[in-house]
């Protein structure tokens, strides 16, 4: 079985694969344009797909008849449509967990950043601007006993949601499709409407899994609604939220801050208004990025194709309801 990898991954997945005795296809450069990507797809039975500039839609299965398997190096699986790869058969592996503290700590060091403008102090350290003391400048937040809400609590939710409440002892409310009991048991989170989310949260952060449905959710409305002393924190995707809107409720104080992992759109543009703001931290979607999360992951998407290829489920699959291995 020929498997495409398009761009390098911890070794670890590697030998998993080649254990199996399966042939890696590794492009020639890893900029590969929308042909060149296609093209080798067209010569592979499965894909180990990394990073989400390529959409895998009714389009991408049409053009790559050939492909039977996608195993995604990621927990996100919002660049498929899963729907058409069900139809198709085609199972579409993903990495949950693996990436969950690595994801969650993100999340809480935005928070924390936020509170206390940290890229707003560090970058007036490195202009030469340290400033005399001043009992009224740049003074944050503490996060002690407050209210962190949030929006779609899964597993990387409930690892923000625990250390939030071990550190800070923070109060959980949480709105999700469905409640979480574990998390009402062990955090003593409360289930609220979105309406409740949005009004009582000082903190907000965002960790659902992204639908069109959730294209620019957190817009100027609901910013409006938001607690002036309120923190968003968008760790999970950019669609999320609507960029120009959320600037402009930091600008007019209608929030507090924001740090976000990821950007609406991505990569953020230089110039963005956003990053002259004192209230925000931005970071370039490094949630997973330690050596454990990426080799975890790398272990899990190989897993996911050896599976495959010897005709069983693949253990973390976002559409487990098929399987057709035809190989
Ligand atoms: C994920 O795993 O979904 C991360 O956001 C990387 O894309």
Not at 57 to 71: D, H, L, R, V, Y
Not at 257 to 272: Q, R, S, W, Y
Not at 292 to 314: D, H, P, V, W, Y
Not at 315 to 325: K, L, R
Request: with cysteine; glycine share 8%.
């Amino acid at each position: 079985m020929k498997v495409f990898i398009n761009k390098r991954i911890p070794e670890t997945g590697i030998k998993i694969l080649e254990e199996e005795g399966l042939e890696i296809i590794f492009p020639q450069h890893e900029n590969l344009s929308h042909e060149e990507w296609l093209k080798y797809c067209q010569n592979a039975d499965a894909i180990l797909s990394i990073g989400n500039d390529f959409k895998y839609n009714k389009g991408f299965f049409e053009a790559c008849p050939s492909i039977k398997a996608i195993a995604l190096y990621s927990v996100g699986f919002d660049h498929v449509d899963i729907k058409e790869a069900s139809q198709r058969n085609i199972p579409i592996g993903n990495t949950p967990d693996v990436l969950s503290k690595a994801t969650s700590d993100v999340a809480f060091l935005l928070m924390q950043a936020v509170a206390r403008r940290a890229s707003y102090n560090f970058q007036k350290v490195k202009e030469g601007n340290w400033g005399a003391f001043d009992p009224l400048h740049a003074l944050g937040q503490e996060l002690y006993g407050k209210t962190l809400g949030i929006f779609g609590l899964g597993r990387i939710g409930f690892e923000m949601a625990e250390k939030s409440q071990k550190a800070f002892d923070m109060k959980i409310i949480y709105h999700n499709r469905h409640p979480n009991g574990e998390a009402e048991k062990e955090l003593g989170a409360t289930y609220v409407s979105f309406e409740e989310l949005i009004k009582n949260s000082d903190v907000l952060s965002v960790h659902a899994n992204f639908t069109p449905e959730h294209q620019e959710l957190f817009n100027h409305e609901v910013f409006e609604q938001m607690k002036t002393n309120a923190i968003f924190i968008n760790t999970a995707r950019g669609g999320f939220h609507h960029q120009k809107d959320l600037y402009h409720a930091l600008v007019k104080k209608q929030i507090w801050g924001a740090g976000l992992d990821v950007t609406n759109p991505e990569p953020m543009m230089k110039d963005d208004p956003i990053l002259e703001l004192s209230s925000v931290c931005v970071l370039p979607h490094i949630g997973s990025a330690t050596i454990e999360a990426r080799n975890g992951m790398a272990k899990l998407a190989a897993e996911n194709i050896t599976a495959f290829s010897k005709g069983q489920r693949m253990p973390h699959c976002a559409n487990p309801e098929i399987y057709s291995p035809t190989l």
